[in-house]
């Protein structure tokens, strides 16, 4: 009997142990950011997806994390973390997180 209760005391553990250590840089990109031209965005996650929404447009892309940083398709782009400054770059510009 106390065998299967280490055992599954270190079954648990190891489920602990490998969930909180998965992967999880892209929630730095989570947030509203804002450039210094007075952009607005926001930055949400729903399971592998992350979407981009401009908060004074209507306009709204979706990413992929990899590699370290938002993969986009089609016109949307990259969106790369300035790890010197924590600011993220996006089509050109810089967005400095406001939240």
């Given at each position: 009997m106390k065998n299967i209760i280490l055992i599954l005391t270190i079954i648990v553990l190891g489920v602990f142990l490998i969930?909180?250590?998965s992967d999880s840089s892209g929630e730095k990109f989570i947030g509203?950011?804002?450039?210094?031209?007075?952009f607005r965005i926001d930055i949400t996650r729903d399971?592998?997806?992350?979407?981009?929404k401009f908060l004074d447009f209507s306009e709204r892309y979706t990413f992929t994390f990899s590699d370290g940083m938002l993969k986009g398709s089609g016109i949307a782009g990259d969106i790369t973390y300035g790890k010197e400054n924590n600011h993220i770059y996006?089509?050109?510009?810089?967005?400095?997180?406001?939240n």
């Open positions: 969930t909180s250590c509203k950011w804002k450039s210094e031209q007075g399971g592998e997806v992350y979407i981009l996006f089509a050109g510009k810089e967005y400095e997180k406001t």
